[in-house]
């Protein structure tokens, strides 16, 4: 009865592969959202979409690019991974733009 | 730009002794000041959402209030299990929902 999930939880690659990451919620919510958080715990907002329209691009590299299948899925491809995307990556809904986020349990990433 | 500071940064209490942490806020036409719990390795957890300065909220050992500058959570008779990093953040016009750095609590027994 998880309510946002994420997969992977833990994922370890080599700089200049490219990657994804899963996430699912089933709380029936218009809007999802990816976070980065880095060593320092920061957690920075990097994409939001609400009804698989994409509301914000923080600056973030192109590199990054969000797809929303549907309303319940929001994934993150990575292309071209380097040191510095080591972080923590969180994927959050809410019932609309501006309400309470539910965050998923993360995905650690660590770029070698 | 929005802002969100909190402070202290960290913060060691022995159990049973209150404190209160602070969150600061600048965000643009708020529509909502939230506080969070994060637990180690795992996602930020709602506990409290705030949309009009004097509103309170309470929680078990948990009290938010909101003024038109910040934000408290004051924390009565803690206990170990209340040792986390809590995280307030700010949602205004423009989609913006920034969060502050944290406060790292440690409840010693």
């Known amino acids: 009865d998880t309510a946002v999930s994420q997969t992977p939880k833990y994922l370890v690659t080599q700089m200049g592969n490219d990657k994804s990451i899963k996430c699912e919620q089933n709380?029936?919510?218009?809007?999802m959202y990816w976070y980065k958080q880095d060593s320092k715990k920061f957690l920075k907002i990097m994409f939001s979409y609400n009804n698989k329209e994409l509301i914000i691009n923080e600056t973030v590299p192109n590199r990054f690019s969000p797809k929303s299948p549907d309303k319940a899925h929001l994934n993150l491809h990575i292309n071209s991974l380097e040191l510095g995307d080591s972080a923590v990556y969180f994927c959050?809904?809410?019932?609309?733009?501006?309400?309470?986020?539910?965050f998923g349990p993360g995905t650690r990433l660590l770029v070698l | 730009e929005d802002q969100v500071t909190q402070s202290p940064e960290a913060l060691r209490l022995q159990e049973g002794e209150s404190s209160s942490l602070n969150c600061s806020y600048t965000?643009?036409?708020?529509?909502?000041l939230f506080w969070y719990r994060q637990d180690p390795g795992k996602g930020p957890e709602f506990l409290f959402t705030?949309?009009?300065a004097g509103e309170e909220k309470e929680k078990e050992r948990l009290k938010a209030t909101l003024t038109k500058k910040e934000s408290f959570l004051h924390i009565t008779a803690p206990k170990p299990e209340d040792s986390a990093t809590y995280l307030c953040a700010g949602g205004g016009y423009g989609q913006n929902f920034v969060f502050g750095p944290g406060t790292r609590l440690s409840v010693l027994p």
């Open positions: 705030l949309y009009s």
């Open positions: 709380l029936g919510h218009d809007t």
């Open positions: 959050a809904s809410s019932p609309g733009l501006q309400e309470t986020q539910y």
């Open positions: 965000v643009s036409g708020l529509r909502g």
